[in-house]
């Protein structure tokens, strides 16, 4: 059964800076009612949301591509859409940036195919049953502790740490400014340069 919405395709409108390609994706969460322990602890209360990788084994958060049409918020809320087929309330506060490898470039040594992600919470308030990528992505409902088991690479764990900050009231580390402007386009893309240029 294939979803009436469509995913974005193509690179033509994505975000590059300093040669990075910009990422922005989000860890969705939502709190039961009853907790797994008699602790109190709001993170027992939790579960956050993994998908599964196109042909691999391993579960990740959303996300995908910063477009030049959308803010970074944005695009981590259509990334949700299309991957996981959850919509919910993104809090605006990022959980951090990071600098990693695509995964088809994880051995390479330039900067081709280095991404820098922004990420953010999402409280999911609706699970559509068909969404863009359901065909190709298994949806997976876990724990945090379970989260840091199942997260295949270090930024993805400093993402959940910077979570269960913000789920426990403490502070998040100060994330860059992020530079929303829609003013951008982008210049000639080649393997050894990528260019924004401004309108």
């Known amino acids: 059964m294939s979803s009436l919405l469509l995913a974005r395709k193509g690179r033509h409108q994505q ?6 390609r910009l ?8 709190i039961s009612r009853v907790g797994n322990s008699q602790s109190g602890d709001v993170l027992d209360r939790v579960e ?3 998908i599964s990788s196109p042909d691999r084994h391993d579960f990740v958060f959303p996300k995908g591509g910063w477009e030049i049409d959308e803010t970074a918020s944005e695009a981590a809320c259509r990334e949700a859409l299309e991957e996981a087929g959850v919509r919910g ?3 605006e506060t ?10 088809s470039r994880q051995n390479t040594c330039s900067l081709e195919g280095t991404c820098k992600g922004y990420m953010f919470a999402l409280e999911v308030t609706e699970e559509l049953n068909c969404y863009p990528e359901m065909d190709m992505r298994a949806r997976k409902w876990v724990t945090v502790r379970e989260a840091y088991e199942l997260c295949r690479y270090n ?5 959940l740490d910077s979570f269960r ?3 426990t009231g403490k502070p998040i580390s100060s ?5 929303e402007s829609s003013a951008f386009r982008i210049g000639e893309v080649t393997a050894a340069n990528y260019a924004i240029v401004p309108i």
Do not use: D
């Not at 975000?15 to 990075?20: E, G």
């Not at 990422?23 to 939502?30: D, E, L, R």
């Not at 994330?175 to 530079?179: K, N």
């Open 155 to 159: 930024w993805m764990r400093e993402a």
């Open 23 to 30: 990422v922005a994706g989000c860890i969705p969460y939502k």
């Open 48 to 50: 956050v949301l993994m």
């Open 94 to 103: 990022a959980l951090g940036v990071w600098e990693f490898r695509s995964k």
């Open 175 to 179: 994330v860059p400014e992020l530079s």
């Open 89 to 91: 309330t993104l809090n």
């Open 15 to 20: 975000r590059y800076h300093n040669q990075l």
């Open 165 to 167: 900050n913000l789920m």
